[in-house]
C-alpha cells in the first residue's frame, strides 16, 4: 500500500502509528454485515450497536487488540439433517473491526433483542503546557565551582 503523503512532511513527526493505523483500516473489511450505528451516549460516551439477530451470547466474542475493538460472530447453522425449503436467515460469520483512539476505555458489552451494545468511554483529555528552558551553547562546556559561597568559572 503506497504511504499516505500527510505523513511524510518533516513537519509531522512521531505520527507513524497514526499511518498504521490508517493502513489497519484500509485492511479491514468494507463489508456492511452486521450492520451497525455509532452513537454519542453522553458528553464523554459512545456507543456501538451492531445488529445480531440469531446469534446468542455464546455465538459472540469482544476482544481488544492494540487499540483495536474486534467483535466476532461466530454460529453453527444447524443446517445438518435438517431441509430448508427457503433459506433466506443466513447463519454467517463476521468480524467487525474498530481502532479505538487512544484513551478510550471499553466500559461493557450487553446484548438485548438481538442487538449487541458496546459502550466506551471518551476520557477528558488534560491539557499538559510545559516550559522548556532554553541554554546558552556558548556557556554550556563551561562548569562552576563553588568556592567560599562564591561561584567561579573554570
Known amino acids: 500500500m ?17 499511518e ?17 450505528n455509532i452513537e454519542q451516549t453522553g458528553e464523554h460516551g459512545l ?15 469482544v476482544t481488544i487488540e492494540n487499540n483495536q475493538l474486534v467483535i466476532q460472530g461466530k454460529q453453527d447453522d444447524g443446517g ?12 454467517r460469520q463476521f468480524v467487525k473491526t474498530f481502532v479505538l483512539a487512544e484513551g478510550i476505555e471499553t466500559l461493557d458489552a450487553t446484548l438485548e433483542s438481538g442487538l449487541l451494545h458496546i459502550d466506551l468511554e471518551r476520557p477528558v483529555p488534560e491539557v499538559l503546557r510545559r516550559t522548556i528552558k532554553i541554554k546558552d551553547a556558548d556557556k554550556a562546556g ?13
Open 142 to 154: 563551561e562548569q562552576t565551582r563553588v568556592i567560599d559561597a562564591t561561584a567561579e568559572k573554570v
Open 80 to 91: 445438518e439433517g435438517r431441509v430448508f425449503l427457503h433459506r433466506g436467515i443466513a447463519a
Open 2 to 18: 503506497a504511504r499516505v503523503a500527510t505523513f511524510d512532511s518533516p513537519l509531522m513527526l512521531g505520527f507513524d502509528r497514526f
Open 20 to 36: 498504521r493505523m490508517l493502513e489497519q483500516i484500509a485492511k479491514s473489511s468494507n463489508d456492511g454485515y452486521p450492520p451497525y
Open 47 to 61: 456507543r456501538i450497536t451492531l445488529a445480531v439477530a440469531g446469534f446468542s451470547m455464546d455465538d459472540l466474542n
